[in-house]
């Protein structure tokens, strides 16, 4: 089941912290949320999903992992979504530890 693309722009309008861009990108029928290019979160059957960080548990008020689809590596299952402050000091917690995105080459 894919997800709702007003709970995906919900979960973007939730996830906005000060200048940072925040975006989705539909991938296989779901979308992973993207801070400044930087990918950090899925939403997957109207569900969210962080990607795992130490700064990121910190914050939690759950701790639950789960796979956002069959296969994939457990992600920090968000079910508060309502909560706007939680989540941008989440997004923000998470993104300072997690990779720059690697440029893109272009082909000749």
């Known amino acids: ?23 989705a990108r539909k991938m296989f029928g779901d979308y ?4 400044d290019g930087k990918p950090f979160g899925l939403v997957c059957d109207n569900g969210f999903y962080v ?8 914050l939690l ?8 689809y069959p296969g994939a590596k457990p992600h920090f299952y968000i079910e ?6 939680y989540l ?4 923000r917690a998470t993104c300072t530890e997690l990779p720059d995105p690697k440029p893109k080459v272009k082909k000749k």
Do not use: H
């Not at 979960?11 to 925040?22: L, P, S």
């Not at 992973?32 to 801070?35: G, K, L, M, P, S």
């Not at 508060?80 to 402050?85: A, F, L, P, S, T």
């Open 1 to 23: 089941m894919a997800s709702n693309p007003d709970f995906v722009q919900y979960i973007i309008d939730q996830c906005t912290c000060g200048t940072a861009k925040i975006e």
């Open 32 to 35: 992973c949320v993207y801070c």
């Open 51 to 58: 990607k795992y960080t130490e700064a990121g548990r910190k």
């Open 61 to 68: 008020r759950i701790e639950d992992m789960r796979p956002p």
């Open 80 to 85: 508060d979504v309502d909560d706007r402050e």
């Open 88 to 91: 941008s000091a989440l997004v």
